[in-house]
């Protein structure tokens, strides 16, 4: 019932490197420890429902996800969130941009995206 965003990252080679290994820096929205290390990214559910038929139970969950990736430059959540998408396009879709900003109280630059998940059952 989740889209699977972390068994792909965490398959990945390229990814691997960028967000590590034990642990993978790829977190839950609001789960990532207070000191962790830089890059990381979090995501967050922002829509999903089950393909719905008139004859027979759901046999695909469709997700939308946003990824969120925070970095100590902006170069560096540039090239993150570039090596996430590249892991990602193959299996899903990114359906949108969401910009860069900068945190305030930590100084972390970050970079969103949307990605959309046909998942089957």
């Known amino acids: 019932m989740y889209p699977p965003i972390f068994q792909l990252i965490s398959a990945d080679t390229d990814a691997k490197k960028a967000l590590g290994t034990s642990p993978t820096r790829l977190y839950p929205f609001g789960a990532a420890p207070e000191s962790v290390t830089l890059p990381y990214a979090v995501w967050q559910t922002v829509s999903g429902y089950p393909e719905n038929y008139l004859s027979e139970t759901p046999d ?42 900068r945190d305030p109280e930590t100084g972390h630059y970050r970079y969103s995206f949307d990605v959309d998940f046909l998942t089957p059952r």
């Open 60 to 101: 695909v969950d469709q997700w939308t996800i946003q990824v969120d990736v925070y970095a100590a430059t902006a170069t560096s959540a540039r090239s993150t969130a570039q090596v996430l998408r590249d892991a990602i396009e193959p299996h899903a879709h990114i359906t949108a941009w969401r910009g860069e900003s």
